[in-house]
């Protein structure tokens, strides 16, 4: 399953100015055919006038596995996510000026967990290249529940 960015757009176009956008990323290590391979969930929800339920576009890319950091941290993965939740923002950029959009990481700030390796980083990426701040744990329900979930309903 691919995101039809010209049907999103244009979703999304059609839509009232109180329409809310979130697009989000999760991942996870899979193994297929004796390889380790990671899934990339991403999703855009739009969440029509603010208040009238929500359409969900989404897509799962895999690809092959990358090194684990030091200690288990998995911070290549995670900052891949990163790269491709502002990517997707990039690529709708031109439809999403003046509108309420959020940019959700599933990344937690609390050092107990793996991904607070690389929270400050993926902070400061996201607000270079799509120049908004982007929600973490537990505040990122587009990663934590809809890109999470995606995977078990494609």
Not at 17 to 37: L, N, Q
Not at 89 to 110: G, K, Q, W
């Amino acid at each position: 399953m691919k995101i039809d960015i010209d049907e999103v757009r244009t979703f999304i176009f059609e839509q009232s100015a109180e329409t809310k956008i979130y697009i989000g990323a999760d991942s996870e290590r899979v193994k297929a055919h004796g390889k380790w391979m990671i899934d990339y969930m991403l999703v855009v929800v739009v969440h029509i006038n603010g208040k009238n339920g929500c359409r969900v576009f989404g897509e799962v890319q895999r690809e092959g596995d990358i090194a684990w950091d030091q200690k288990g941290r998995p911070r290549m993965r995670l900052m891949n996510e990163v790269y491709k939740v502002s990517e997707l923002y990039l690529r709708l950029a031109d439809v999403l000026e003046d509108r309420n959009v959020e940019i959700h990481l599933d990344i937690n700030r609390n050092d107990m967990y793996g991904s607070s390796c690389v929270v400050q980083e993926a902070i400061g990426y996201v607000k270079a290249t799509c120049n908004l701040t982007p929600m973490v744990k537990p505040m990122a329900f587009a990663s934590s529940y809809a890109a999470d979930r995606l995977k078990e309903i494609t």
